[in-house]
């Protein structure tokens, strides 16, 4: 029996803004529009929220829902808008770290190299099904490469970058010389597809929950595009 479930976009983050500075623009750049140097730069990996990005996250937006679970990416702009959101709400909902509800794997952005932070700072959060993973407990910074869902094309990378220390800023700076040399080739938009459906598997709860994740990620459930922190219902 299917389910509706809300599925909530991250607030706008660092790369958001720094994209519109890039082409002088007032609204958000389109993928296909996005500043090259922008997109593949090292400053913005896994980028938090802007000030007027926290500033988007009224608790009051959300405050009538009745949940007992927030599952949300790992990505650093997700868990800030979730835990903004809902910390503070009166069903005192659990955090579950869900990291096929990450952005498809296209920019800097997107390659999740603060987890340790965001574990530090958000303790309280459940990270158990990243935390499953024997390197990820090693190298937390590196789980968007142990989740990259065609395990080919990750072997294909880890062996772009064996010459560097896993983990290091050498390895981040070259895993971004991959994807620029190969854009949409760590995770084309088919198995961006598959993996985005197969997510649907890991949120199966019973008690009422919500999702915080990524453009691309809910225009995959739903076909349409929606704005930062805004939120629409998904059949699950």
């Given at each position: 029996m299917e389910k509706k479930v809300l599925f909530i976009r991250h607030a706008e983050s660092e790369y958001n803004l720094a994209q519109r500075i890039a082409k002088n623009s007032d609204i958000e750049v389109k993928l296909e529009e996005e500043d090259q140097n922008v997109k593949y730069s090292s400053k913005?990996?896994?980028?938090?929220?802007?000030?007027?990005?926290?500033?988007?996250?009224?608790?009051?937006?959300?405050?009538?829902?009745?949940?007992?679970?927030?599952?949300?990416?790992?990505?650093?702009?997700?868990?800030?808008?979730?835990?903004?959101?809902?910390?503070?709400?009166?069903?005192?909902?659990k955090f579950v770290i869900e990291p096929y509800l990450r952005e498809m794997f296209l920019s800097a952005c997107d390659f999740g190299v603060r987890l340790q932070e965001t574990m530090n700072e958000?303790?309280?959060?459940?990270?158990?099904?990243?935390?499953?993973?024997?390197?990820?407990?090693?190298?937390?910074?590196?789980?968007?490469?142990?989740?990259?869902?065609?395990?080919?094309?990750?072997?294909?990378?880890?062996?772009?970058?064996?010459?560097?220390?896993?983990?290091?800023?050498?390895?981040i700076e070259k895993v971004l010389e991959y994807m620029k040399q190969h854009p949409i080739e760590v995770e084309t938009f088919e198995e961006n597809t598959k993996r985005v459906n197969e997510c649907k598997k890991y949120l199966q709860f019973e008690e009422p929950f919500v999702c915080v994740?990524?453009?691309?990620?809910?225009?995959?459930?739903?076909?349409?595009?929606?704005?930062?922190?805004t939120g629409i219902e998904v059949n699950l």
């Open positions: 913005l990996c896994d980028a938090p929220l802007t000030k007027f990005g926290r500033e988007q996250c009224d608790p009051t937006k959300f405050e009538d829902l009745r949940i007992e679970t927030v599952v949300v990416s790992p990505l650093k702009r997700a868990v800030e808008t979730a835990v903004l959101l809902f910390q503070d709400h009166s069903n005192k909902p958000y303790s309280f959060i459940d990270y158990k099904r990243l935390l499953s993973n024997q390197i990820i407990q090693q190298h937390p910074n590196m789980w968007s490469l142990e989740f990259i869902y065609n395990q080919n094309r990750a072997n294909l990378l880890k062996q772009y970058i064996h010459e560097t220390e896993y983990g290091s800023q050498a390895c994740s990524h453009s691309r990620t809910i225009q995959t459930l739903t076909g349409q595009f929606i704005h930062n922190c």
